[in-house]
């Protein structure tokens, strides 16, 4: 049974650092074609893809918010863990973690519940 | 980047009405498009990938058609759990950029 729960903060102040762990099970991001992605959802907006990484170790990140992401991986823990620097208002959001295969290319399958970061003094 | 617009941004329908959802790219992406569900205050859920496979477990009166720029979503048959954004996805590279999505209503 694959799950992924993603957990940190639910408050941030503005100009902070945010960090967010994904843990999951059910899959190891060793295997090849695993790769494990950030999306986030402003309340009543769209979904809004943020980054990615593979199992080797390569990673995406959306060209908007590149300067301000980093995401890695640790395998010995089934964790995946996304920072957001110089956080502001217009960051609040739920921030879902998810599981993606690559070649061939396939969408994410498995989603986290979701966590709601709220940005605010 | 390639962008993703859908329409229309919301509709509302009859039980049982055949409804459909248009996706379009910006710039060619194969078949490399996903639809997911959103109910609301729910997780996304992986409906279709490939621009017409059904995920497992998906009910038969959802379909997805299209190729290149321009895709579709139909529920043949809308039923009341139903009710949810949909939104499309492009996964061919990244940014895996979603639309901003089709709000579905009942009549």
């Known amino acids: 049974q694959i799950t992924l729960k993603e957990s940190g903060p639910t408050v941030v102040k503005p100009t902070q650092t945010l960090t967010l762990t994904c843990s999951f099970s059910?899959?190891?991001?060793?295997?090849?074609?695993?790769?494990v992605g950030w999306i986030r959802q402003p309340p009543g907006k769209a979904l809004e893809w943020l980054a990615l990484?593979?199992?080797?170790?390569?990673?995406r990140y959306s060209p908007s918010l590149k300067s301000r992401l980093t995401i890695t991986k640790d395998l010995s823990k089934n964790q995946v863990v996304l920072t957001m620097t110089n956080m502001d208002p217009v960051d609040t959001a739920t921030y879902y973690c998810?599981?993606?295969?690559?070649?061939?290319?396939?969408?994410?399958?498995?989603w986290g519940q979701g966590t709601l970061v709220t940005v605010s003094s | 980047d390639i962008q993703m617009t859908q329409f229309p941004s919301s509709l509302s329908a009859s039980v049982g009405d055949r409804v459909t959802i248009t996706c379009r790219a910006s710039?060619?992406?194969?078949?490399?498009l996903a639809w997911y569900q959103q109910i609301p205050g729910k997780v996304p859920k992986l409906l279709i990938y490939?621009?017409?496979t059904l995920q497992s477990g998906v009910p038969s009166r959802f379909s997805g058609s299209g190729s290149g720029t321009d895709f579709t979503l139909t529920i043949s048959s809308l039923q009341p759990e139903d009710v949810a954004t949909y939104y499309c996805?492009?996964?061919?590279?990244?940014?895996?950029?979603f639309g901003p999505g089709t709000k579905v209503g009942i009549k």
């Open positions: 710039q060619g992406i194969s078949n490399y």
């Open positions: 996805q492009k996964y061919d590279r990244a940014p895996h950029t």
């Open positions: 990484i593979y199992w080797d170790d390569d990673y």
């Open positions: 059910g899959f190891s991001l060793s295997t090849t074609r695993v790769g």
């Open positions: 490939a621009a017409s």
């Open positions: 998810a599981r993606r295969l690559s070649n061939p290319s396939f969408p994410f399958d498995y």
